[in-house]
């Protein structure tokens, strides 16, 4: 009988410092960066180490799931924007001749434009597994990340759940923000944050001419500042899985440096990684998706 294929999807990253042009240049689908702009990124890798850690991470969570789908599917690592791309696992998977194929991303959230691009990618006639903002191990994995860094931290602090912004555009109608706010709430409560402890904020916008969903977490920073009201912001990024440039640069560098400036202490939770409970969870999904 003739297996299940199944895709674990990622947005990607450079293998090496001599990828990063041609990394840089898909995500701006096909336009080649200026010198600048490619500078620019390139530092902000020299400020992580040289190099992401999210390739090996993404890597081991794929390793995860396919520990625990067990020798009746067979998995394959697809990337939106570095090789192995996509395409190449789902050629891969029907190379081995499976009977179905089905996709998970590894962002617990849904979105149009976002998501969507995955699963257009993966193609039509495949199953995925769009959204698990909801796994219960997955907000049981923030809640406990929140509590244990927020021990930590002054007693006057404030949680902020962040996601990726989208540009406004793209938001119009779809389930994004939606699903951002159900899980701060849930992550929330699972914690015992009340309501004025927390609040949401959003990172990473690309610098594009059209506006981009916000409060940027920069401005979170700002704003807490000047109200004088607490004394340390911790952010919970909720809609990433794995420590990556968005975590490392945006967050632990340049919104670090921003609170405390502002004379705040700044926080940050753990990210899921190669969590093994979140994974075997999540596997359970994607094996209940393909029965």
């Not at 791309?85 to 009977?99: N, P, Q």
């Not at 794995?242 to 609170?259: F, G, K, N, Q, T």
Request: aromatic fraction near 6%; proline fraction near 5%.
């Amino acid at each position: 009988m003739m297996s299940t294929g199944i895709v674990v999807m990622a947005y990607g990253t450079p293998a090496s410092a001599e990828d990063l042009a041609a990394y840089y240049t898909h995500i701006r689908r096909g336009r080649p960066p200026s010198d600048e702009q490619l500078a620019e990124l390139r530092a902000r890798y020299d400020a992580i180490g040289g190099m992401s850690p999210l390739r090996r991470i993404t890597e081991a969570q794929r390793d995860r799931i396919a520990a625990a789908l067990g020798d009746d599917f067979e998995v394959a690592l697809g990337y939106k924007h570095s090789p192995p791309f996509i395409e190449d696992a789902v050629v891969e998977l029907k190379d081995e001749g499976v009977s179905e194929i089905v996709g998970v991303v590894l962002a617990p959230h849904d979105s149009r434009g976002s998501i969507g691009e995955y699963v257009e990618r993966l193609g039509f006639d495949a199953k995925t597994l769009r959204s698990w903002q909801d796994l219960p191990a997955w907000r049981g994995f923030q809640a406990n990340a929140v509590r244990a860094a927020r021990a930590s931290m002054p007693s006057r602090t404030h949680v902020v759940f962040t996601a990726h912004s989208l540009p406004e555009r793209v938001l119009e109608g779809d389930v994004y923000a939606d699903e951002l706010r159900a899980s701060a709430e849930g992550i929330a409560a699972l914690a015992g944050l009340p309501d004025d402890e927390w609040s949401m904020g959003w990172q990473s916008a690309a610098k594009t001419p059209e506006p981009w969903r916000g409060p940027d977490i920069a401005e979170v920073v700002e704003t807490m500042a000047s109200e004088g009201s607490v004394e340390g912001v911790l952010v919970c990024p909720q809609g990433f899985t794995a420590d990556h440039l968005e975590i490392l640069y945006d967050l632990d560098v340049v919104a670090r440096r921003r609170a405390e400036e502002l004379g705040m202490r700044f926080g940050r939770t753990s990210m899921l990684n190669d969590d093994a409970e979140v994974l075997t969870a999540l596997a359970a999904e994607v094996r209940a998706l393909a029965a």
